[in-house]
């Protein structure tokens, strides 16, 4: 089962977050209810990477684990044979504090502009200079510092 970066911030979305192993059982589950097979776990560890690196999935790290949570990025949807999971997981519902994900959102962001900046790659800075925009929809957060120096960057 391949997923997009979109159908993993779907099937989070379904519990508001999940840790990487809820998400992989999630996806195996789907897997098999699909067509009777498994996950291959490095694609989805692939899957998760990326979407974490264009901010379709954050990680929210305040509870002492991690959980993956739909991004501003996303537009979440939720891959065949995934909707009956919540009914199959044993995992509660999740209430996100949206100004906290803003937060760490925001620092995760930083880390990203300062690895573009350093690397000079304009194409991640055009990138991340639309992802201001979908980061304060998503978060009640200002990144206008962050848009001016990425528009400085790259003039």
Known sequence: ?????DEL???VDLFGGLTRSELERALSEAAFRADGT??????????V??????????SDDREGKPLLVAG??????VP??????PHILDVDRRRLDREALGESTRRRFSEALE???E???????RQLLDVTYDVEAWAPIDLTDERTRLEAELD
Not at 38 to 47: F, K, M, P, R
Not at 80 to 85: G, I, L
């Open 1 to 5: 089962m391949d997923v997009t970066a």
């Open 80 to 85: 065949d044979h995934a909707e009956d999971v």
């Open 72 to 77: 501003p990025t996303a537009f979440p949807t």
């Open 115 to 117: 690895a573009a900046i």
């Open 9 to 11: 911030a779907g099937v």
């Open 49 to 58: 990477e990326d979407a974490l690196e264009s901010f379709a999935l954050v």
């Open 119 to 125: 690397d000079e790659d304009d194409d991640r800075l």
């Open 38 to 47: 498994s996950v291959d776990e490095a694609a989805v560890e692939a899957a």
